[in-house]
């Protein structure tokens, strides 16, 4: 069983084809902040340049679990990550 901190930090976003979705990482750039200027929320962005990285790992574990997520889920706002 693999601990949270081999947590790839592509495995952030399930599905890269869905529309953004307030409270979870969402793929796409463009439509992200085309949904957070239509409906004035925050854009939050993450960006990484590689998965092999002990702190990206690290910031993928820590943001699927505990009050971070719990945080994401309330905020209501918009979670982009790239690399």
Known sequence: MAKSTDTPVKDLI???????TPGAWCAGFA???KYAINNN???I???V???GCGYCKR???ASTE???????AEAGY???FGS
Do not use: E, H, Q, Y
Not at 14 to 20: G, I, L, V
Not at 66 to 72: L, N, R
């Open 14 to 20: 399930k599905n890269r084809k869905a529309k953004p």
């Open 31 to 33: 439509a992200c902040k």
């Open 41 to 43: 929320i925050p854009l």
């Open 45 to 47: 962005t993450a960006v």
């Open 49 to 51: 340049s590689s998965d």
């Open 59 to 61: 910031f993928a574990a």
């Open 66 to 72: 505990g009050k971070f997520k719990t945080w994401m």
């Open 78 to 80: 918009i979670f982009w």
